[in-house]
């Protein structure tokens, strides 16, 4: 398999060199972006298989970069971090909303930058057990990552796909924010239960784009589960 590519987007030249260096360190092929215009140019030039993406940058800023990079669809699905100084909530659902997978609250450490990233690289390359899935109208094909539903192509970033994948393999179960946590981001990463609810309802939005029957049941107090026979 060929070396992951990884943008590193920030302005900020130490700590740009810094993650470069430890990623290089790590077998990683990095290239560097300072500033939200020539991430955008980079990413077109040569597509990553992920992007860290500073939240605060001059010309673009990391928030309006990433809904360009997921409104096109070379982009829309390769994993994106976002390398953020805000701690707020607000913040961080903001920057999942616009399809973020993941974040990092800044002063970071190294090994946990590595492990966000052996994690993110992970789900989007799901072990294929079984090529197709399929639960009532939804099928996903997991050699070519395409999901349907009703016969109509389903756009989802890697983190819904991940969750759907997941979820189909287990039709009618609930499963609880944890448990869901656990299977889809790993548990070596720390990543907050209401991130679960806002991919939830990210997924649920794409796969009721046409069709008005919800697939996923929420279950009060328990979770979450894939039920169209309900």
Not at 2 to 18: K, N
Not at 211 to 222: C, E, H, N, W
Request: glycine content about 8%; hydrophobic content about 40%.
């Amino acid at each position: 398999m060929s070396t992951p590519h990884i943008l590193v987007v920030e302005d900020d030249d130490a700590i740009a060199t810094l993650i470069q260096y430890n990623l290089e360190k790590e077998g990683y092929d990095v290239a560097i972006a300072g500033d939200g215009e020539e991430g955008l140019v980079q990413a077109d030039e040569r597509l990553p298989d992920l992007i860290l993406l500073d939240w605060m940058l001059p010309k673009v800023s990391g928030i309006e970069v990433c809904r360009r990079l997921r409104g096109r669809p070379e982009s829309r699905n390769v994993p994106i971090i976002l390398l953020t100084a805000r701690g707020e909530e607000s913040d961080r659902v903001r920057g999942l909303d616009v399809g973020a997978d993941d974040y990092l609250t800044k002063p970071f450490s190294v090994p946990e930058l590595n492990a966000r990233i052996r994690a993110v690289l992970r789900r989007i390359r799901p072990g294929l057990a079984d090529d197709r899935l399929n639960h009532g109208d939804i099928v996903v094909d997991r050699v070519s990552h395409r999901v349907k539903r009703a016969g109509r192509e389903v756009h989802l970033g890697p983190t819904e796909y991940r969750l759907l994948d997941h979820l189909i393999q287990h039709p009618g179960r609930v499963f609880s924010r944890e448990q869901l946590l656990d299977a889809v981001w790993g548990s070596d990463v720390y990543v907050e239960a209401r991130t679960v609810d806002v991919h939830v309802g990210r997924l649920r939005k794409a796969l009721m784009q046409d069709v008005d029957i919800d697939p996923i049941r929420t279950v009060r107090s328990a979770g979450y589960s894939l039920d169209l026979e309900g």
